[in-house]
Every structure is written in structure tokens, then in C-alpha cells.
């Protein structure tokens, strides 16, 4: 009867903070979603609280955040708006409205909220080096100047000030004054790659190819997989006749970027021109590919066929030119001579009396040179006379950097090598065309038989975020759950409690989440799955404590005692050792997760996860030789990503 009475009381207590909003936990609920990258749960909780205070200005900035990370940037922008309404001494929300306005190509309204914020932070760097890049985009110069000027002032050791002057002047043709401009930003910083981009940029406009290169070996030592850079250092290198060397600059740009157009064009040309005639078919294969409409590029392909004896197919592409453009000879002459290989003497007749007829005063082509590396043509130059020059762009575009903290991830907190995330229960299987792993845990086997009332629980590593209608399907669940809580038997009120729990954790309400957990607990206190998810939503908590810079051990210690007693409650499930290897991880015990990881694999040697992380975990200790093996294995089970690791671990 206690018993029974203890989970009536959790019950009631439940339904009735489920019934009433409270805005604050709302919006540290609709933060965390945000943190783990559920936007559109975030949204939910972001509506409920605007619903319930509207004047707050809160709620507005981060369902306007959210928007900006689905790419809804006139959303964020008209969120950001009603955050400012609310509160206009804010800075966060010119910066945001700002950002998504750059988004849109509003950089006069992106300026103007930057302006707005520096009234009320005028020592932000940040926001002073975006109002620039603005007008610099609104072709706003003399105004960008200025500003420079102000900054340079401000910020004497400021290097990106004297790059976006180089950039300015060079929009004002004033390659002087700009190459000046970036050698004063080298002095300050010279590990800037992109700044030896821009100036190598002047070289290539002048044609001092060396200079150019030496410029561009720079940028790529401290910028390598830019495939640009590599693009321009092959031109370089071509105009100094070093083919091998741009044609290793092609590949690697390639390698970097497989749908570079430039690179495959161009090196289609310099593999002719070396006579590998077959591989550059393939490159002008992928050109076509990409645009079917290059009539160059099928000029192209149309001599190599040819050259290589596949005159079907090199008449289809010269009729193909020829049909877009009627006059031109060069191609009538060479599907002639097709037509002659193959006896078709007829049609060769044909096409060489237009020819005659139109050029009797003129001498016939002959054999042209497949490469003309001493002219260049812009990509938008479609003169066919032009076919086998290199392909330049036709501007060296400036990619801005906005110094912002929105940009990428929530948080940028992501890095290449993290860890894979904790065993989790919900209601949805991950799913995965590679990976044909399926998590088997006989005490969630045993729920599932024993509560079919309730939806099925799955057990997945990759818990996928929910969509609005998945969304509302929970929030719709979790009431009808506490509906039913207070209409069940005693016998099978836990049940419900752990499936509301399960559903409270995948909303990422985690204080509603463990307060149902512990209810089980102290209703049956050898639940094992209990102590599992509590201590998951522990390190949860503990993680979004974290990146708001709070005091989150204490939440990890608990995460670890829970996992330590389920754990001693059932020794043979590999999921607690591999989640409790994760908080040790968390906690920067990275020997005892290497130990956890090792156990959870004695009990589950298909378990890839485990194998990933302790490869990654084995790497920091340098036990580089250990954790590569372990990567491979993580690779074999259908982990892809581990070949990435392993590559970056072997560079």
C-alpha cells in the first residue's frame, strides 16, 4: 500500500506540472533540446513558453536560433524582430537578426543591426568586423574604408582589418595599395591561409606565376583542403611547365572536391596533352555530367574519342556541336574524317563541301594542339575557338568569414574525433543502410512482453531527433500516460511511469524524466533499466550544465553511481559498462572508460560503438598502434566513420 501510494503521489504531481507551464523550465528544457541539436522539438518548447509569456524576450531569440540552424532564416529574422520589440538592449538579438539577415543578401539591414548592437557594445571586435564585410557586400566602400580606419585605430595588432582593406581596394582596382595592405596583415599574423590566397590572387592577376606560387604553397600549408587553392597553384605551375606538378595539384583537388568543375576540365586538357587520352575522357565525362550543355567540353571529348578510335560515339558528339552551332568547321571537318574512317564516304562528302564553300579563301584548319596553356578563358567565355585553353573563374570570389558564435553546430562544441553517445531507450529504431547491428537487452525484452499496453522500446545508440509530428505524438503520449496514472493498479502503475519517463527523456525533459525513474526505483529497486536511463539523463544534464559553463560533476557522479548499481544488479549487459565508459570519459578518467569499453566488448564483440570510442579514448593515451586496430574493427562492423579517423590518425 505505501508503495502504491508513493507512485499515486508521483503521479498526481506529474500530471498537474504537466497541466501548468512554467516558463523557466520550459526554456532550460527547449536550451537543452537546442544543445543536442533537436530543433524542432526546441521549437515546442519555445512555443509553450511564448504562449504562456509572450513578453518575455527569451523564448523569441532561441525559437528564432532554432530557425537559424533549420535554415529558416526569414523566421529567425521575424523572431529576432519580436525579441528586440520586447527588449532593445539585448546584443544577442541584433547579432542573430544580423546573421539572418546575411543570410537572406539583406547586408544594409545586416549593418544597420550591427550598428544598432555596437551602441551597446562598442568594444565588440566581432561586431565592428561584420558591419564592414556588410558594406563591403552592399558595395559600400568608402564607408568600409572609414570603418577600417576606426579599427585600425582601435586595434592596432588587428590583422583581418588590414586584409578587408586589401580586399576593398582590390575591388577598387588598386592592386598597389592592396598588396600592402596584406603584407601589413602578414606581419601581424602570418598564419592566416587565406590572406596568402588573396595575395597570391594579385600574382595570378599579373601573371607572376612563381610569386604566385610561393604565395599559394603558403595558403595550402596552413589551409590544405582548399581545392581551390590547389586549382590556381596548378595554374601556376602550368604556366611555368611543370605538368607534373599541376597535374598532382588536379588530383588533390579532386581528392578534396570530386565536383570541382574546373579541376576536371582542366585536367581533362592537361591529361590529352600528356596522351593519358582515356582518363581524360572520364574527366570530360564528369563535366558533361554536371553540364550537358558544355559544348566545349564535348568538343573535347569528341577529339579524344576520336584519337582513340571510338568514331560512333566521337560523330554523336561532333552532330551534337554541330546542330547548337552550324558554322562551325572545325567540327565538320573532323566528323568528316570519322565519317571517311568508317567508309561512310557519302556523308564525309557532304561535310566537306560545307566547309569548301565557306572557307575557299581561307586555309583549313589542320591538326589543332590540344592544350594551349598560353591563353586562359573565363568559364563563361563559350567561344568555341577557345576549346582547349585552360578554364579560369571569371571573379577569384572573396569567401567572407562573419565572426559570429552561431555559426556551424550549437555551440561549435563538435570536433572531428568524439565519442559515439550512450545507449538510450525510446520508441523509435535507428535505423541504417550500412550498420546491420540491433542492440538486444533481455530486460527490455522483458517490458515489452510484460507491458503490451504500451508502446515497444527499442534500445538504440543513435536516437534519431523528431520531426513536429513525432513531436506532438510524445506530447500527446506523455498526457494520455499521465491520464492513465492515475487509473491503473498498483501492479502495473510502474510500467507506465517508465514508458512516461522514456518519452519525458526523448523530449528532453529530464528533471520530469529521472523524478519518474526514481519512482520506479523506490517502487521496485531492482529495476535495472531505472538505474540505466536515470544515469543517462544525468549525463545529459550534466553535458548542457557544461556548455552553459555551470557546475555539472555532481550530475555525473550520479550518472556513475546509478551505472555502478545497475551494474551490480546485472553484471552481463554490455550497454551499462560501454555508457558508464562514456561518463568516465566525460569525467577525463580515460583509463577507466578504456577498461568499460574493453568489458562491454568481452560481452558483445559485435558491438562497433564500443570499439570506435575505444579506439578514439586509446589514441588520447597514445596508444596510437591499439586504437587504429580497434577503429579497423569498428569500420568492419559498419561503422563508417572510423576510416575517417583512421585516415586523419595516419596523417
Known amino acids: 500500500m505505501m508503495r502504491f501510494f508513493i507512485l499515486l503521489v508521483y503521479s498526481f504531481l506529474h500530471l498537474s506540472a504537466f497541466s501548468q507551464y512554467n516558463t523557466e523550465r520550459l526554456l532550460m528544457i527547449g536550451r537543452s533540446a537546442l544543445y543536442y541539436e533537436d530543433y524542432v522539438l526546441s521549437i515546442q518548447y519555445f512555443n509553450q513558453a ?33 525579441a528586440i520589440e520586447r527588449n532593445p538592449y539585448v546584443v544577442n538579438n ?71 582593406r586589401a580586399e576593398v581596394l582590390l575591388l577598387q582596382k588598386d592592386t598597389v595599395q592592396a598588396l600592402e595592405a596584406l603584407n601589413k596583415s602578414i606581419e601581424i599574423d602570418e598564419y592566416d591561409g587565406a590572406v596568402w590566397a588573396t595575395k597570391s590572387n594579385i600574382y595570378l592577376s599579373k601573371e607572376q606565376w612563381k610569386s604566385a606560387e610561393e604565395a599559394l604553397n603558403k595558403a595550402i600549408h596552413l589551409k590544405p583542403k582548399q581545392s581551390g587553392y590547389y586549382i590556381n597553384r596548378a595554374l ?15 588530383d588533390t583537388a579532386l581528392d578534396i572536391d570530386p565536383n570541382n568543375y574546373l579541376g576536371h576540365y582542366n585536367r581533362g586538357l592537361l591529361r590529352a596533352q600528356v596522351g593519358d587520352d582515356n582518363r581524360a575522357i572520364e574527366d570530360f565525362d564528369f563535366v558533361l555530367t554536371v553540364e550537358p550543355n558544355n559544348y566545349m567540353a564535348l568538343f573535347n571529348r569528341a577529339l579524344l574519342l576520336e584519337t582513340t578510335g571510338d568514331l560512333k ?19 565538320l571537318e573532323h566528323r568528316a574524317a570519322c565519317y571517311r574512317k568508317l567508309g561512310m564516304a557519302k556523308k564525309a562528302e557532304q561535310d566537306e563541301f560545307r566547309v569548301y564553300k565557306a572557307q575557299l579563301y581561307k586555309h583549313l584548319y589542320g591538326i589543332q594542339p590540344r592544350l594551349n596553356k598560353e591563353q586562359l578563358r ?97 506530447f500527446d503520449y506523455i498526457a494520455l500516460l ?3 496514472a492515475g487509473k491503473m493498479e498498483s501492479s502495473k502503475l510502474t510500467g507506465v511511469l517508465f514508458q512516461r ?64 548499481a545497475a551494474i551490480h544488479l546485472n553484471q552481463q549487459n554490455p550497454y551499462l559498462y560501454y555508457n558508464r565508459a562514456n561518463v568516465y570519459v566525460m ?65
Open 313 to 331: 560515339k566521337a560523330i554523336d558528339d561532333y552532330t551534337t556541336i554541330i546542330g547548337q552551332y552550324p558554322n562551325f568547321w572545325a567540327g
Open 501 to 564: 519517463a522514456i518519452a519525458y527523456a526523448v523530449t528532453q525533459n529530464f528533471d520530469e524524466a529521472k523524478d519518474d525513474l526514481s519512482a520506479c526505483i523506490q517502487s521496485d529497486s531492482s529495476m535495472v533499466v531505472a538505474y540505466w536511463q536515470r544515469a543517462l539523463c544525468y549525463a545529459k544534464q550534466a553535458n548542457f550544465l557544461k556548455s552553459q559553463g555551470k557546475e555539472h560533476q555532481l550530475m555525473l557522479t550520479m550518472a556513475v553511481n546509478d551505472l555502478t
Open 378 to 474: 573565363k568559364r563563361s567565355d563559350d567561344d568555341l575557338d577557345k576549346y582547349n585553353q585552360i578554364v579560369v573563374a571569371d571573379e577569384q570570389e572573396e569567401v567572407h568569414e562573419y565572426k559570429n558564435e552561431y555559426r556551424g553546430k550549437v555551440q561549435n562544441r563538435k570536433v572531428d574525433m568524439t565519442f559515439k553517445p550512450m545507449y538510450a531507450m525510446s520508441f523509435q529504431s535507428a535505423q541504417s543502410e550500412v550498420k546491420r547491428y540491433v542492440p538486444y537487452a533481455p530486460e527490455i525484452e522483458e517490458i515489452n512482453h510484460q507491458s503490451p499496453y504500451g508502446k515497444k522500446i527499442y534500445v538504440s545508440c543513435d536516437v534519431p531527433a523528431l520531426t513536429e509530428k513525432e513531436s506532438k505524438e510524445y
Open 50 to 82: 511564448i504562449s504562456a509569456k509572450p513578453y518575455l524576450y527569451e523564448p523569441w531569440f532561441f525559437r528564432g536560433l532554432a530557425k537559424y540552424y533549420l535554415e529558416d532564416f526569414l523566421g529567425a529574422e521575424t523572431d529576432c524582430t519580436k
Open 236 to 250: 601556376a605551375r602550368l604556366k611555368q611547365n611543370n605538368l607534373r606538378g599541376a597535374m598532382a595539384d588536379y
Open 94 to 164: 541584433y547579432e542573430l537578426r544580423a546573421i539572418a539577415r546575411i543570410k537572406r543578401n539583406d547586408f544594409r539591414g545586416a549593418a544597420d543591426d550591427y550598428s544598432r548592437a555596437i551602441t551597446y557594445a562598442p568594444d565588440n571586435q566581432n561586431l565592428w568586423h561584420n558591419r564592414v564585410l556588410c558594406h563591403i557586400q552592399s558595395k559600400n566602400y568608402r564607408q568600409a574604408i572609414t570603418e577600417l580606419d576606426t579599427i585600425s585605430h582601435r586595434w592596432s595588432n588587428y590583422a583581418p582589418a588590414y586584409s578587408m
Open 587 to 651: 569525467l577525463n578518467d580515460i583509463a577507466r572508460a578504456v577498461d568499460d569499453y574493453s568489458r562491454a566488448i568481452v560481452l558483445d564483440k559485435n558491438m562497433a560503438e564500443a570499439y570506435y570510442n575505444r579506439g578514439i579514448a586509446r589514441i588520447r593515451l597514445s596508444h596510437k598502434a591499439q586504437g587504429i586496430q580497434d577503429l579497423s574493427k569498428a569500420g568492419e562492423l559498419g561503422l563508417y566513420e572510423a576510416y575517417s579517423i583512421l585516415k586523419q590518425t595516419a596523417k
Open 482 to 484: 499521465s491520464e492513465q
